[in-house]
C-alpha cells in the first residue's frame, strides 16, 4: 500500500484554515496531523478546531513520524523556516513568496538539492480547474500560437479586510509578490519561461490606514514598491502587458488575456481555481467554455498534495520550488529594470509544469 506522508504545518494564522479545510480531499496522499506556531494560543487553536496535536516548532521539526513541513508564516520568515524544515531533513512546501530576494531563493534550492529533499511554495491554484482548463486550450492548439496577453491585479490594498495586513508593505509584501506571483505563476504554466522584462515600479502612499475591524485605524508603513507596470517577454515569444497594483481605486479590466494566431482567451483570476474561461474564435466570436477539470473548489492545498504524491512516485512537483524561483527572478526584475532603466535578461529558467490529466477522479493528481 502506498504510504499517506504526513505533513506538520508551521504557521497557524488567516490562511492556514483553507488549507486545513480542504486537506481532508487528499487523505488518501496525505494527512495534516501537527501544528505549530510562534504564538502558542494560534496553534493550540487551530489544533482544536481541526483535531490536530499542537507542538512547538522545535519538536515539529524533530519529529521523525512527519515527511513534509507546510510553512504558512509571514514572508519575512519563509526562508528561515524553509532552511530549518530542510536541516531537519524533510521536504517543504512555502507560502508565495519563496524567497525575499534571489540569494535566499538559490539557497533554499541548492540545499534542497544537497539533501535530496523537495521544495515547493504556492501558488497552486493553478492546478485548479479554471487554469488547467485554458492551458488545455492552448497546449491542443485552439488560439494558435501565443502572441501576446495581458494580466491586470488593480486594487486599493489589503488593509481594508486583513485582520493584521502590516507585513504585505513590508520586505517580502508588495503588490509584486503578493498578488504577482499567482498572475506570473499562472502565465509560465500557460506559456512556458520568461526571457526579459521592462518595468516600472512606484509606491502612491508612504503609510496606509487599516481599515479591517482588528486595527481599524493603525497606520501601516509601506517599505516596498505598491504599482508596477511592465512587459514580459517569452521564450515562447509572447509578449504580456502587466499591471500589478495596491494604489488603484477601482480598474475594469479582466484578471488574464491570451491572445493567439488563431483566436483569444479570457483566463479566469488566478487568486481562485473555477472559471469562467472564454475562448474567441474567428468563426464563433467569444464563447463561455465549460471547465475541463476538476478542483474548482478552494483547494489550497493541493500543492502540498502533489508534492507528497510526487514523493511517491519519483516524479517532479508541479508547484516546484524551481518554478517558484524562477517566478520570483521575474517578479524582483520589475523593480530591477525600473531603478536601471533597462530591460533585465532573466538568468533562471524552469520546466513548464505538466498539465494535469482531464477525468481524474477527486484527490487524485495524475
Ligand atoms: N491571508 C490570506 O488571504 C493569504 C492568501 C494567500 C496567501 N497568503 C500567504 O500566507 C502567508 C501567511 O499569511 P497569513 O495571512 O496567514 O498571515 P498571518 O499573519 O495571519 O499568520 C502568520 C502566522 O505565522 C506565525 N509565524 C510568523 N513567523 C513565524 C516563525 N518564524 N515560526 C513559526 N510561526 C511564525 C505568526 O505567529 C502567525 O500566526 C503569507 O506568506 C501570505 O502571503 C495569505
Same mark, same amino acid.
Given at each position: ?124 491554484? #493553478?492546478?485548479? @480547474?479554471? =487554469?488547467? %482548463?485554458?492551458?488545455?486550450?492552448? !497546449?491542443?492548439?485552439?488560439? &494558435? ?58 509606491a502612491a502612499y508612504k503609510e496606509r490606514i487599516a ?22 517577454? #517569452?521564450?515562447? @515569444?509572447? =509578449?504580456? %502587458?502587466?499591471?500589478?497594483?495596491? !494604489?488603484?481605486?477601482?480598474? &475594469? ?114
Amino acid at each position: 500500500m502506498r504510504k499517506v506522508m504526513n505533513v506538520g504545518l508551521i504557521g497557524c494564522g488567516n490562511i492556514s484554515g483553507a488549507y486545513l479545510g480542504a486537506a481532508p480531499v487528499f487523505s488518501e496522499i496525505m494527512k495534516i496531523t501537527r501544528c505549530a506556531d510562534l504564538n502558542r494560543e494560534a496553534a493550540d487553536a487551530k489544533a482544536k478546531e481541526f483535531g490536530l496535536k499542537s507542538v512547538s516548532v522545535d519538536d515539529i521539526l524533530s519529529d521523525p513520524e512527519i515527511d513534509i513541513i507546510l510553512n504558512l508564516t509571514i514572508p519575512a520568515a519563509h526562508a528561515e523556516v524553509n532552511l530549518k524544515a530542510l536541516t531537519a531533513g524533510k521536504h517543504v512546501h512555502c507560502e508565495k513568496p519563496f524567497a525575499l530576494n534571489r540569494e535566499e531563493g538559490k539557497k533554499i534550492l541548492q540545499f534542497a538539492a544537497k539533501k535530496k529533499l523537495k521544495t515547493g511554495c504556492a501558488p497552486d491554484t #493553478f492546478l485548479g @480547474g479554471g =487554469i488547467q %482548463t485554458c492551458r488545455k486550450i492552448i !497546449d491542443d492548439g485552439w488560439i &494558435g500560437r501565443p502572441v501576446a496577453g495581458t494580466a491586470f491585479m488593480m486594487c486599493p490594498g489589503h488593509e481594508r479586510w486583513h485582520p493584521n495586513p502590516g507585513f504585505y508593505y513590508l520586505p517580502g509584501g508588495g503588490t509584486m509578490l503578493d498578488m504577482g506571483t499567482y498572475y506570473l505563476t499562472a502565465l509560465v504554466n500557460l506559456l512556458g519561461p520568461v526571457r526579459r522584462v521592462c518595468g516600472s515600479s512606484s509606491a502612491a502612499y508612504k503609510e496606509r490606514i487599516a481599515t479591517s475591524k482588528e486595527l481599524y485605524g493603525k497606520k501601516l508603513p509601506v517599505k516596498v514598491q505598491t504599482h508596477h507596470a511592465g512587459v514580459v517577454d #517569452f521564450e515562447c @515569444g509572447a =509578449i504580456v %502587458t502587466v499591471v500589478m497594483s495596491f !494604489d488603484v481605486q477601482a480598474g &475594469g479590466h479582466g484578471p488574464i488575456e491570451i491572445y493567439g494566431t488563431d483566436g483569444s482567451i479570457k483566463v479566469p483570476d488566478p487568486n481562485g481555481f473555477c472559471g469562467p474561461v472564454s475562448l474567441f474564435k474567428k468563426e464563433s466570436g467569444w464563447r463561455d467554455m465549460p471547465l475541463s477539470h476538476i478542483y474548482t473548489d478552494n483547494m489550497r492545498v493541493i500543492g502540498v498534495a502533489d508534492m507528497a504524491s510526487a514523493i511517491c512516485s519519483g516524479r517532479e512537483n508541479r508547484c516546484s520550488g524551481e518554478l517558484a524561483y524562477h517566478v520570483l527572478d521575474v517578479m524582483l526584475a520589475f523593480e530591477d529594470s525600473s531603478r536601471s532603466g533597462r530591460h533585465i535578461e532573466i538568468k533562471s529558467s524552469c520546466r513548464q509544469p505538466v498539465a494535469l490529466p482531464t477525468g481524474l477522479l477527486k484527490g487524485h493528481l495524475y
